[in-house]
């Protein structure tokens, strides 16, 4: 287990160490969800929706879309000199390689979730001071649940044509669960309800991503190999 | 030791298919190196990528004595990453063979020097031609000084004293024990490094010969006779 827990990491840090000496994808995940929110914020009228109404939506909505950067560019690292096929001939498990992805796909989606809520919260004037810790908890729950499944069709529709526009198309249908859970328990905590009225969305998002992390680790070998 | 043994594998269906490897089968000793000569589309890559265990053959079996960390794998790309430093990409594929942290910077230095290119250690790769991105390559492939070596055209891009230079290493290697499996389709480059020779045509027919004292001139002159009989 160790042992793949540290090739894991090693694959992770390869990965963020590209990713920040790069800066491409990062940089466009960020414009791109501070210009959502910044659309989102001129284009409703608060007059006739109260923005709390709106507010966990577009959080998610810009949250999903961004992560799709993020799970785009994961396995296009590898195309570049076909670096992919040098990783499935090495001792490298398959297991090691997905939770590798999955460690600096994490990673990624935080830094652009961690500056997208204070834009959120400044665009929408949403009382989170409170529940705080609670929405972050949420968002990690919702997060993992999206890169986990998000993780294994990047690595499914690498290989195809128009990969980029393929992995929307596949993964958003498996996305919703998540993201209606959670809007729901964003909603519930915005508007200042107690914990536990959110308690059986956060079980329902757990089980989720438990499902689905077990089920990716052992289904990403398919993906990948000939 | 490298065995082999039915290998069978064919790409697509019905009127298309092409059948690349058809009951291949041989072992490699350590200390020989396999020559497969053979032209474009011949079915070279496969049996190398069936050997590396990157296709899984429909029939038959391959193994390599110590699995996937007794390989050396140099495939046609040089599966390096352009935006780390060639360090940095050897200090990466060090770790995934589980070369101890505390060694992994002096057997980079190591291939580096050995390949000539340690002037280069701190430069991105996307900066560096093909010809330094192939020794690069070889440098990766050797960095966790594997048993078998398997290598696919590796003389693609090198200029006339790299190849001289890499002929040389890979006979070291050979004369260390260690077991190479070689394929091209230029004879003059392979011929003088190999133990065993194979010619493999499309249709996936391979033919073992022993090299013996046959000289160089003489093994290219059978296989282009072999390849014109196709």
Known sequence: MSDLLRRAWTVARKDLMLEFRTRTALLSAVVFTALVLTVFNFGRDPTAVAPLDLAPSILWVTFTFAAMVALNRAFQLELENQALEGLLVSPLSRYSLYWGKLVANLVFVAVVEAVGLPLFVLFFDVPVGRVVLPLCGVIALATLGFVTVGTLFSAMVIRTRFAELMLPVLLLPFLIPPLVLAVLATAKLLSARPLSDSAGYLKLLAAYDIVFLVAATFLFRFTVDE | ?230
Do not use: C
């Open chain 2, 1 to 230: 030791m490298l065995r082999a043994e039915g290998l069978r594998h064919a790409f697509g269906e019905g009127g298309g298919r092409v059948v690349a490897l058809d009951d291949v089968s041989f072992t490699l000793a350590p200390g020989h190196t396999l020559a497969v000569f053979g032209p474009n589309g011949a079915g070279k890559t496969t049996l190398l990528k069936v050997l590396a265990g990157l296709i899984r053959p429909q029939r038959g079996t391959a193994s390599v004595t110590g699995g996937r960390r007794a390989i050396g794998w140099i495939g046609h790309r040089s599966h390096l990453y352009g935006h780390l430093t060639l360090r940095e990409n050897l200090r990466f594929w060090a770790a995934l063979y589980d070369v101890p942290r505390t060694a992994s910077a002096a057997r980079a230095d190591a291939v580096m020097r050995r390949l000539g290119i340690s002037d280069r250690a701190d430069q991105a790769v996307g900066s560096l031609s093909q010809g330094l991105v192939q020794r690069a390559a070889i440098a990766r492939a050797l960095i966790h000084d594997p048993q078998t070596l398997l290598l696919d055209e590796p003389f693609t891009g090198l200029d006339l004293a790299a190849a001289a230079q890499l002929r040389a290493l890979l006979g070291e290697l050979r004369g260390a024990g260690r077991t190479l499996v070689l394929a091209t389709h230029n004879v003059d480059e392979g011929v003088e490094l190999a133990t065993d020779i194979a010619f493999q045509r499309r249709g996936g027919f391979i033919r073992l010969a022993p090299r013996g004292t046959r000289s160089p001139a003489q093994i290219a002159d059978e296989y282009r006779l072999a390849v014109a009989s196709e």
